[in-house]
């Protein structure tokens, strides 16, 4: 059973840093891109960033770009999104998401709350 | 960015009744490899997203056989054919033809 687990969020306040992990199992985790998508409350879905198999490449949202760093380490079957520079309009909760092979973003963890406060 | 636009942004449905909600994109989905990256989500109340369809029509593992999905190019439509009280929650379509991934404002279905 493929099973994603996010971690790490928390309450920060404007300016400071959250890094989360996302551990995965139950399928071959270094043979799938990874995906951080968000969900401001009350809100739609909105893409953040994704990560090749190896990691030699990444992509990120304009809202996100030079202050977030997605990365994996396929050891351990888990993706990390360290976010820096956080605002009030990070605030969401973070899901992390597996790429299949031609079905987009296939599995979805239950999500991490950011919430970004002074 | 491929914005992604959805209707209705409601709708009510009668339990055992069709239910249709229709996704328009603001240009083609068809990838240079011939495929079209267009996928339906649910995501029920306090829950995560859940895939139903990908590439337009393909049920996803586990998803029930009333769930249907059509369209080309950049009209697409995901069809309910009897709604059942499960199915309560909001709708995304999404393509994953381009970066960024992009979605649709969400349709929320719920029952009458």
């Known amino acids: 059973e493929v099973q994603l687990v996010e971690s790490g969020g928390g309450l920060v306040q404007p300016g400071e840093s959250l890094r989360l992990s996302c551990a995965a199992s139950?399928?071959?985790?270094?043979?799938?891109?990874m995906h951080w998508v968000r969900q401001a409350p009350g809100k739609g879905l909105v893409w953040v960033s994704r990560i090749e198999t190896d990691g030699s490449s990444t992509t990120y949202a304009d809202s996100v770009k030079g202050r977030f760093t997605i990365s994996r380490d396929n050891a351990k079957n888990t993706v990390y999104l360290q976010m820096n520079s956080l605002r009030a309009d990070d605030t969401a909760v973070y899901y992390c998401a597996r790429g299949g092979f031609g079905t987009g973003t296939d599995y979805w963890g239950q999500g991490a709350l950011v919430t970004v406060r002074s | 960015d491929i914005v992604m636009t959805q209707t209705p942004l409601s709708s009510p449905v009668t339990l055992g009744q069709p239910a249709s909600i229709s996704c328009r994109s603001s240009q083609s989905l068809v990838h240079s490899d011939g495929n079209t990256y267009l996928n339906w989500l649910q995501q029920r109340p306090g829950q995560p997203p859940r895939l139903l369809i990908y590439?337009?029509?393909n049920r996803f593992s586990g998803v029930p056989d009333r769930f249907s999905g059509s369209g080309a190019g950049t009209d697409f439509t995901l069809k309910i054919s009897r709604v059942e009280a499960e199915d309560v929650g909001v709708y995304y379509c999404t393509q994953a033809t381009q970066f960024p991934y992009t979605f649709g404002q969400g349709t929320k279905l719920e029952i009458k």
């Open positions: 139950g399928f071959t985790f270094s043979s799938h891109w």
């Open positions: 590439k337009i029509s």
